[in-house]
């Protein structure tokens, strides 16, 4: 009695019940040693079912042995399948096997089971996603069944789509020479277009051995099939720029021999020469190779060809800080001065490249990196003697000495190629090597690019000059200081007063960016204060936003910051008025230094931890940090300056201090360090405000004891009724 058709999903424990029985009954009516007739207990659809799911459940149980006592039982019964037909009595190809089935999951040995049920060759079944069963068996390696497909007149080159892979490229993938072989003697074209415009070459040169290359070519030329080198692909890719851009060096070695050429652009311009991945390790090699053999076959290769991007391959290899395809490049003769398509020469690239670099300081837009891939094994031998550098790229350790490297080089071969340097050229955004160097603090860079000749007046788009790109960045590290050295040295001279598109000058930029030393050192070198304005509120507002979640100690700093800096400007002669004081108060009030923390212990002072570690931490010469916090506001005000604050809060002592300890260190001294500094400005405005109608002395010992917000809102009270 047959099983009625299954046309509902079972469930794993229906599917064993209905195997086992069966087997069971399949034993009972035969005879021993005899295999039952499948298609006298089944139907066909009800064995391709029973076949399937024998393959979801080795995946569902994640089973290590890929063997099924069912489907090898089918096979031992001799079953066969036998593929239906349509209204014109041909096969039916369309159709989701489970041969199909095992080989998306995966199941070498269930697939060699299920050929010998599946074992019409004559048909090329195909499920819904365009695989086959000749993809499978070249997917596999089963070289004796793809033999018999062939043998009954199957297409190899058969495709559903270009979108699809044909036969030979599961083949190649899978590094089943004998397959290959066969396929290439049988028909097979060897420059079959399929998905990404790919053919066999292409695939060969990303994904196979070099060996696999070797036989595809030597088999092609047994069977007089031209194959065409290069070929392009839907990005405008040869097969020597996969070859190059993956690191195979026999591989590209090869092509080249048999005619690739080298100067071939992609989609993006890109050349074989660009695709060299100038970040993998020894593929200076690669490029060397290219050099050689294209001299051996007489083609010149062009090493000065721009991308889209406008970049040559000297621009991609200094991005890539590869010292040795710099040195290659520049002797075979590169041009040091072209320009990409931002107008940055290699020389922009070795100021910027080579540590931190924010493209949105200066406006310009990097181009997009290539894509990432392996890097390949195939020739680790070493270096000829011939490429030994005089340059050691591990001489420095820091990224300054670096680029210092990569730069001497640069001015030294090209001297040598008579192809001087431009160390003035100016980008899109007008900005010079020089501007991007001191954007980026390389200041040994910096160094060699004055003693070159770089202009440090010249002026970018935003009207900069060097001195205002120094007061650009984000942190204050003495480069002023070493800048005006180098100038000193050389000797150069700079417009210290120059004034950029908004009317500022480096100085005024200088205090916008809480930098007191670059004020420092621009006073000492003649800054003119005649003219200088008070950089307004809104110049700090970008600092303002960035501290919303920033801790109280740096904000701290900035206060000191700013009242040191008023303070040498006012030493160097610079009248503070009102208007100057009232910002700088605002700053404070925005920095929230007047808020008391919610969680602070009232008797933090008198933690003993507390005092063991602050009696260590000096304010100045003659006083700790114990002793100033038990002195009042006032008191602390005449015994410390601003300089004092700001040398310690450059100190090692406040940055070791304990973190449960620094909220408490911080409130003490958010009342102290500001405090001298409101007083001053208050006192006369308190006595206008009340118009005079006490003694100074009395309003000075009335504002003695008021808090620093208590102080601040009297001076806004008092600015704006003076203002009315």
Known sequence: MKLYAINERITDTHVLSIKCHALSRANEEQPKNRFPDLRAIFHAEEIE?????????????????????????????????????????????????????????????IIGELFKIYNRFDVNYTDEFGRSHLQVACQYGFDDIVAKFLEFGQNPNCLVDESDYPPLHYALTSGHKKVIELLLRNGVDPNLTYQYGSKPLHTICQECEYDVMELFFQVSDEMQLQVQIDALDNRGRTPLHWALFCGHKKKAALLLRRGADVNLADAYGLTPLHMIRENFL????????????????????????????????????????????????????ANPNLANNHGETPLHYISKCFGYYDENDIGNADDNDNEDNDDDDDDNDDEDGDDSDDYDSDGDSDDDGHSVNFMEMLFQLSDGKYHPVQVNAQDKMGNTPLHL???????????????????????????????????????????????????????????????????????????????????????????????????????FDGEIETLNYVNSGLKL???????????????????????????????????????????????????????????????????SFYDLVRLRPDEAAKLLTYEDYYNFFGKDSYCALPIKHKEAFNYGLCERLPKRFFRRWVLDSFWTLIEYRLPILCCDLIIENLMNEDLYHIYLAATSHSSS
């Not at 190779?289 to 991308?307: G, T, Y």
């Not at 002026?459 to 120094?470: F, M, P, Q, V």
């Not at 800096?565 to 007047?594: C, H, P, S, T, W």
Request: proline content about 3%.
């Open 49 to 109: 079912y029973l076949l399937s799911d024998s393959v979801h459940l080795i995946h569902q149980n994640e089973e290590e042995n890929e063997r099924d006592e069912f489907i090898e039982f089918v096979v031992r019964t001799g079953y066969k399948d036998e593929p239906a037909v349509d209204e014109d009595g041909k096969p039916i190809l369309n159709r989701n096997t489970a041969l199909l089935l095992a080989a998306g999951h995966g199941y070498k040995y």
């Open 282 to 333: 020894n593929h200076h090699k690669l490029m060397k190779m290219l050099f050689e053999i294209s001299d051996e076959n007489r083609q010149l290769v062009q090493v000065n060809a721009q991308d889209k991007m406008g970049n040559t391959p000297l621009h991609l290899a200094l991005k890539h800080e590869n010292l040795m395809m710099v040195r290659l490049l520049l002797r075979r003769g």
């Open 437 to 539: 160097a001191l954007i980026c603090s390389h200041s040994k860079v910096v160094e060699s690019l004055l003693k070159r000749g770089a202009d440090p007046n010249l002026t970018n788009a935003e009207g900069w000059t060097a001195l205002h790109c120094i007061c650009q960045r984000d942190l204050e590290d003495k480069l002023m200081e070493k800048f005006f050295k180098i100038i000193d040295e050389i000797p150069l001279t700079m417009q210290v007063d120059a004034r950029d598109n908004q009317g500022l000058t480096p100085i005024q930029w200088a205090v916008a960016r809480f930098f007191p030393d670059a004020v420092g050192v621009l006073l000492s070198r003649g800054a003119d204060l005649s003219g200088f304005v008070f950089p307004a509120l809104n110049y």
């Open 557 to 623: 700093k900035l206060t000191s910051d700013a009242l040191v800096m008023a303070e040498r400007l006012q030493n160097g002669g610079y009248e503070l008025v009102q208007a100057d004081a009232l910002e700088i108060m605002k700053f404070v009030a925005k920095l929230e230094l007047f808020k008391k923390p919610a969680n602070l212990d009232e008797c933090w002072h008198d933690d003993e931890e507390f005092a063991s570690k602050s009696k260590k931490i000096m304010m100045n010469a003659n006083l």
